[in-house]
């Protein structure tokens, strides 16, 4: 009978921390991580049968669900096509023409394989279009692995308690200025000590990767003047708030244009897709038009495109996010008045379908507040709620999320595990 402990340890000989992704190892939370032996809907199961609602969704992609027979049946027929050509292909296209319809910024796109690379990408073209080597990013968010983003990140570099990583050569992360999110002075504090030497500001508009924190009320308003004023080009890395929160993002949910925006996680509908999207005027600075280098072998690989055609269809139906947002509503306010009958500290938002679930009294509004939670109860929370085959983020600092598979009952069955759960850990 195979076990997650077995696996464990047998992955920890060949892979480092036996995980290809660090936040996957449970760090944050302890214990032994579930080897996923299979996913279905709204549903995943370890190596030993053990049946989870799954709320990680993979970090965002499973937005209808696992295997969704829409998205089964393209990513079927595209590979008996062939699974890559390393040669332009339609779908390509089309993906991109449904990017430029739903973000009318978005005049021209550029598929990577990962979110990583998407914003990676983003950035040499801001640094390349303006002629600037500085950047500002906001403490505690996360842009993928990029090294001049790897300062102050969000995610699992904050998990583990390494925001800055090692590895990055201090004359470049010199060049990365941090700012606190929803603090607009800290940002025209940048602006007017280093004038005309900043290339861009990348921001997740809704942050999830020091758990959900939505932006204030002028906020990102603000940094749009900042850019314009200063001529640095504005990013919104909306990797995990694309295509999330709602079909058109986070951009749509606050009405704020970005020059730039980094997309991954729902467009590749579990398939390895990242993208950037903006003007032409901005993009035909990269390669083959411009001087920007970028590449991929796996750029627009065509399995991937046929995953986030037939994912992008399923959720472009017209009230699909009106739905969602409804229904994760039901769970969120099932949760508060879960916590508030056990009388635990706890609470939760969501804006669409990813959430935020906090061990304070209150949602985050900063950096500094992400970090103020009950870290240790919510360890015994998480791991209580995991024995209950509900399956969350590892992580406090990392936002949940919700799909169109998930069915009123797993709703009920969700708020039933947390009643268990918190009053376990009143
Ligand atoms: P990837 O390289 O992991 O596809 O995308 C990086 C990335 C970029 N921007 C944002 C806003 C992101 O949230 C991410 C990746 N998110 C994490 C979860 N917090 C992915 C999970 C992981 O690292 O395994």
């Known amino acids: 009978m195979a076990s997650n402990q077995h696996e464990f340890e047998r992955?920890?000989?060949v892979l480092v921390g036996g995980v290809n992704s660090a936040v996957r190892a449970f760090r944050a939370v302890g214990g032994t991580p579930r080897f996923i032996a299979r996913a279905e809907g709204a549903y995943m199961w370890d190596v030993e049968g053990k049946r989870y609602i799954d709320y990680l969704g993979s970090w965002g992609p499973m937005i209808a669900g696992h295997t969704h027979p829409h998205v089964i049946q393209a990513v079927q027929e595209a590979a008996l096509r062939g699974l890559s050509y390393g040669a332009p292909n339609v779908m390509e296209s089309e993906l991109a023409e449904r990017l430029c319809t739903l973000f009318p910024q978005v005049e021209r796109v550029r598929f990577t394989s990962s979110g990583t690379e998407a914003a990676m990408s983003a950035l040499r073209l801001a640094r390349g279009y303006t002629g600037r080597d500085r950047i500002i990013k906001f403490e505690g968010c996360y842009h993928g692995t990029a090294d001049s983003l790897l300062v102050k990140a969000g995610s699992g570099a904050l998990a583990f308690g390494t925001?800055?990583?090692?590895?990055?050569?201090?004359?470049?992360?010199?060049?990365?200025?941090?700012?606190?999110?929803?603090?607009?002075?800290?940002?025209?504090a940048l602006f007017a000590q280093h004038p005309d030497s900043i290339a861009c500001v990348m921001v997740e508009p809704m942050p999830g990767n020091m758990n959900l924190i939505r932006p204030a009320a002028g906020f990102l308003e603000?940094?749009?003047?900042?850019?314009?004023?200063?001529?640095?080009?504005?990013?919104?890395?909306?990797?995990?708030?694309g295509f999330r929160v709602a079909l058109g993002g986070a951009q749509e949910v606050v009405g704020v244009t970005p020059d730039l925006s980094a997309f991954g996680k729902v467009i590749g509908g579990g398939m390895p897709v990242g993208a950037i999207g903006g003007p032409a005027r901005?993009?035909?600075?990269?390669?083959?038009?411009g001087p920007v280098y970028q590449a991929g072998t796996l750029s627009g690989n065509p399995i991937a495109m046929a995953a986030?055609?037939?994912?992008?269809?399923?959720?472009?139906?017209p009230g699909f996010f009106d739905t969602l947002h409804r229904r994760c509503g039901q769970l969120v306010d099932g949760l508060n008045a879960a916590a508030r009958e056990a009388g635990v500290?706890?609470?939760?938002?969501?804006?669409?379908?990813?959430?935020?679930?906090?061990l304070r009294a209150t949602p985050p509004t900063s950096f500094v507040e992400a970090q103020q939670q009950d870290l240790d109860?919510?360890?015994?929370f998480y791991h209580l709620m995991l024995g209950e085959g509900v399956y969350l983020p590892p992580s406090p600092v990392?936002?949940?999320f919700f799909s169109s598979a998930h069915s009123d009952q797993d709703i009920t069955d969700t708020l039933a595990a947390a009643r268990r759960s918190l009053a376990a850990v009143a």
């Open 308 to 317: 986030g055609l037939a994912t992008l269809d399923l959720i472009s139906v």
């Open 222 to 241: 603000g940094l749009r003047a900042l850019c314009t004023k200063h001529g640095a080009l504005l990013i919104f890395d909306e990797v995990m708030s």
């Open 377 to 380: 109860r919510f360890k015994r």
């Open 345 to 358: 500290v706890l609470c939760a938002q969501h804006q669409g379908g990813m959430a935020g679930l906090y």
């Open 163 to 188: 925001p800055s990583s090692a590895g990055v050569p201090a004359d470049l992360a010199q060049h990365t200025l941090v700012a606190q999110f929803n603090d607009l002075a800290s940002v025209e």
């Open 11 to 13: 992955a920890q000989k």
């Open 398 to 400: 990392e936002a949940f």
């Open 282 to 289: 901005v993009m035909e600075k990269m390669a083959p038009l």
